[in-house]
């Protein structure tokens, strides 16, 4: 089965723990947690609105650190623009996230969405 390689990948354990490991379990088949929770691209860095390299890395870093303390990582590509705009703020709040550190998790998961499926 493709899931015990995936989670064995020294890169989706530092990153996700086992929250994400299980949600690997319970699905059908485990993408990994690149191409759920892409690395920053040159796509992504060409969507508006216009964002930094470092801004959006650290968006990603907030999601893989800071977005798994009480469920898994929803994937970008989970929800539309709107959808996530619903959500973002309550959970950037139970986050505890500064404004600058929401903003930046916006950013990432906003330019993920505007380029799923993430180029491939
Ligand atoms: C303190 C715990 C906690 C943290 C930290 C947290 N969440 Fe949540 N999250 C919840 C709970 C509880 C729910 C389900 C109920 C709700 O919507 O409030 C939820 C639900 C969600 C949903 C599904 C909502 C829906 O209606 O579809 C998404 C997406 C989500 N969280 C994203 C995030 C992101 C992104 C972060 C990081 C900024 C985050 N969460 C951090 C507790 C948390």
Wanted: charged fraction near 20%.
């Amino acid at each position: 089965m493709t899931w015990r390689t995936d989670i064995s990948t020294p890169g989706a354990l530092r990153f996700t723990g086992g929250l994400l490991a299980s949600a690997c379990l319970a699905a059908a088949s485990c993408a990994g947690v690149d191409s759920r929770v892409p690395s920053v691209s040159d796509a992504m860095l060409a969507a508006p609105p216009a964002h930094s390299k470092q801004s959006l890395e650290n968006g990603r870093r907030l999601l893989l650190t800071a977005c798994n303390r009480c469920h898994r990582v929803y994937e970008p590509a989970s929800r539309d623009v709107g959808a996530w705009d619903s959500v973002l703020p309550a959970m950037a709040h139970k986050a505890g996230l500064s404004e600058a550190d929401a903003s930046d998790l916006r950013g990432y998961i906003m330019a993920a969405v505007q380029t799923a499926p993430y180029g491939r």
